[in-house]
């Protein structure tokens, strides 16, 4: 029954998204597996994923596409099929007039990966982001999404000084902006590891609090306080 709670959570979670090419199917397989968890709606996903594929990255629905086909291949424990989605539809978002979208890709990949444990392999996407914004010059919109998440990475790895780094060097930045990423917003305990993804100093505060570290975040906290009232008036 949670199993179900949470399938649904998410699958509804993109009721307001703009509709993906592969809709007709997904939701199909959605309503077998509602029906019958073990069904095996391979077959629905597939199709699905090759009209999102036949769209293209332009289509306004390619992203909730990318991550509803990921979705249900992951329900179906088809893990490798889940990579190779990723793959495929960020090989087909090269070129600079995509480039919003590979970025979007790139986070929704990593962001998958650490919710399956699968650290070392969100670290190298995360990494191989941010590198390719340092040469080009240009930080993307979700800079400091990339940031906080490897950080967390980091923090899940054990390497807390890394992750404490990391977290620091988003200090001075706004909150990241996701609404225009699909992802799965319902988060459960217990369940899989969700990176803190907000405010920098609310979210380095947070890591203070996770490790024993009160004095340090109550004075982030004060500080937000300060910072709020001073521009309240």
């Known amino acids: 029954m949670v ?16 509709r993906n090419a592969g809709s007709n199917y997904f939701d199909e397989a959605d309503r077998i597996l ?31 596409g990318v991550y509803t086909a990921a979705r249900i291949f992951r329900v179906l424990g088809h893990h490798l099929r889940v990579e190779s989605v990723y793959a495929e539809a960020i090989k087909a978002s090269e070129g600079s007039a995509l480039a919003e979208v590979r970025v979007r890709l790139n986070f929704m990949f990593a962001y998958d ?41 980091c923090e899940q790895e054990g390497d807390l000084s890394e992750a404490e780094n990391l977290y620091k060097s988003t200090l001075g930045y706004t909150a990241p902006d996701l609404t225009a990423v699909p992802m799965n917003r319902f988060i459960s305990s217990p369940g899989p590891p969700v990176p803190p993804i907000g405010e920098p100093r609310a979210v380095l505060a947070g890591f203070y609090v996770t ?18 009232n001073g521009n309240s008036t």
Do not use: C
């Not at 650490?114 to 010059?137: F, H, M, P, Q, Y």
């Open 34 to 64: 509602a029906n019958n968890w073990n069904a095996d709606v391979t077959s629905l996903a597939e199709r699905g994923w090759a009209a999102v594929r036949a769209a293209g990255p332009s289509h306004p629905g390619f992203l909730d």
């Open 3 to 18: 199993l179900l709670v949470l399938f649904f959570a998410v699958a509804g979670a993109h009721a307001d998204a703009p």
């Open 113 to 153: 990966l650490i919710g399956e444990r699968e650290n070392v392999k969100a670290e190298s996407i995360l990494r191989s982001a941010l590198s390719t914004e340092e040469r080009s010059g240009h930080k993307s919109v979700l800079h400091v999404a990339f940031l906080q998440s490897l950080a967390f990475d």
């Open 211 to 228: 490790h024993a570290r009160a004095a340090e975040a109550e004075q982030l906290y004060r500080e937000a306080a300060r910072q709020a």
